[in-house]
């Protein structure tokens, strides 16, 4: 009696285990077939595009933002300075430098 029951043990971990075995191998076997590859290449793409509208979207949102630092740092949202008024300044490298144009020679 102990004999047949390590025997049909045995038999059934092998079903088991070739049962498992079976099914990974075709599903290796489809995902290599070329419907299996073209399908992938097909989400790939997708995703990417996805991806890569999401990045745009984020490098406008950031352009914007860099776009009105620069346009408050060289101050182009105000009028400029009347004849009677200071000597006109010119800005090089935005808020960095400011450069006179008395004392560069312009």
Request: proline share 6%.
């Amino acid at each position: 009696m102990r004999r047949l029951f390590w025997v049909s043990v045995g038999a059934g971990a092998g079903i088991y285990a070739t049962h498992r075995v079976k099914r990974r191998v075709e599903r290796f076997a489809r995902a290599l077939s070329p419907g299996g590859v073209a399908a992938r290449a097909v989400s790939t793409g997708q995703g990417a595009g996805e991806r890569l509208r999401l990045f745009a979207a984020d490098v406008r949102t950031e352009m914007r933002a860099r776009e009105e630092e620069l346009r408050e740092a060289v101050r182009m949202d105000q009028a400029p300075p009347g004849p009677d008024g200071p000597h006109p300044r010119r800005v090089l490298r935005a808020r960095y430098t400011i450069i006179d144009d008395d004392k560069d020679g312009h």
